[in-house]
């Protein structure tokens, strides 16, 4: 079946870097726009970044531009977020995202489970 | 603070039918498709709407969207105890060109 695996996450100190990576499987995954979406504890969702399906474009939030970059490997069904320069502001849950309607329409399908980020000294 | 409006906190009983909003402006909801997301506490968001009103395989038929000008509504009809869970819409932003987010309502069924 359809299925987002996230790994990677973990306890950083401000300022560090952490790589996010999520492996899918059950679809043809070079045909498809992917997203890393985060939501803060206790908080809403929040967009960060999406790459097209042959990873030319991508887009990010403003808050994390110029911090993250995300990238996709077709060949190993493989989709990345690298993310330096990290601060408190950045701990949440990270989930990556099959884009469903495709072209930035916002809606997403499947979620993987999301990596917990927590960013502290 | 969201770009899209939904008020914090929702209920009802079960049966009943229950209408949950999302405010946006000309550069979001008044020119792009709006989408609803369900997600169960501790759980990954599910989308239950997609293009305004299209529900994806396995969304019941209880689950309803519209749109009109810049707001957006998911309607939930024969409310069930487990329908209880945080409601999110999304949509792209023409300005920020970045996809946004309601902040979210919480659904509590009494």
């Known amino acids: 079946q359809v299925q987002l695996v996230e790994s990677g996450g973990g306890l950083v100190k401000p300022g560090g870097s952490l790589r996010l990576s999520c492996a899918a499987s059950?679809?043809?995954?070079?045909?498809?726009?992917m997203s890393w979406i985060r939501q803060a504890p206790g908080k809403g969702l929040e967009w960060v970044s999406l790459?097209?399906?042959?990873?030319?474009?991508?887009k990010y939030e403003d808050s994390v531009r110029g911090r993250f970059t995300i990238s996709r490997d077709n060949a190993k069904n493989l989709l990345y977020l690298q993310m330096n320069s990290l601060t408190a502001e950045d701990t949440a849950v990270y989930y990556c995202?099959?884009?469903?309607?495709?072209?930035?329409?916002?809606?997403?399908?499947?979620w993987g489970q999301g990596t917990l980020v927590t960013v502290s000294s | 603070q969201s770009v899209l409006t939904q008020a914090p906190s929702a209920s009802g009983t079960p049966g009943q039918r229950v209408t949950l909003s999302c405010s946006g402006s000309s550069s979001n909801i008044g020119r792009n498709t709006v989408n609803w997301y369900q997600q169960l506490p501790g759980t990954a968001p599910k989308l239950l709407i997609y293009?305004?009103?299209q529900r994806p395989s396995g969304v019941p038929d209880r689950f309803s969207g519209s749109k009109s000008g810049t707001s957006a509504s998911l309607a939930i009809s024969g409310l069930q105890s487990e329908d209880e869970a945080d409601y999110y819409c999304s949509t792209w932003d023409d300005s920020l060109t970045a996809v946004v987010f309601g902040g979210g309502t919480k659904l509590t069924v009494l």
């Open positions: 293009s305004n009103h």
């Open positions: 995202a099959r884009d469903y309607m495709g072209g930035g329409s916002g809606s997403y399908r499947p």
């Open positions: 059950g679809f043809t995954f070079s045909d498809y726009y």
């Open positions: 790459i097209t399906n042959s990873g030319d474009f991508t």
